[in-house]
């Protein structure tokens, strides 16, 4: 999980990932899970690089089960990508950072 990222719970979720003017990458992990640690940095960079057209922030399964549950996680880490309040596309498992450049230039489009 990173601490650089906005987080994402039970009780903000609604506000700020549903009712988000802006598509949001939504990155699902857990303290305890090594795939997680190692695709934070990887959130990071693309939070930075596309800062003003995308939202970018993480849920703590542990901490935010009503989410983690609403959305079937069940394994991590899991990336969903939000547009208009819907989830539109999701990666599960820990992934090259062009494959995900390449998903959030579709969902931009």
């Keep these: 999980m ?3 990222l906005p987080a994402f719970n039970d ?3 609604e506000a700020e990932v549903k009712e988000s003017s802006q598509p949001v990458l939504v990155d699902f992990g857990a303290e305890w899970c090594g795939p997680c640690r190692a695709l934070a940095p990887i959130v990071e960079e ?16 542990d901490t935010s089960k009503q ?5 079937g996680i069940m394994s991590v880490p899991t990336i969903i990508f939000f547009k208009d309040g819907q989830p539109v596309d999701k990666v599960v498992g820990l992934r090259p950072k062009a494959e995900l450049k390449t998903r959030i230039d579709g969902l931009l489009g």
């Design 11 to 13: 009780a903000n979720f």
């Design 46 to 61: 693309l939070a930075t690089e596309y800062d003003g057209r995308l939202k970018v922030g993480t849920v703590d399964i």
């Design 2 to 4: 990173s601490d650089a």
């Design 67 to 71: 989410v983690a549950a609403q959305f």
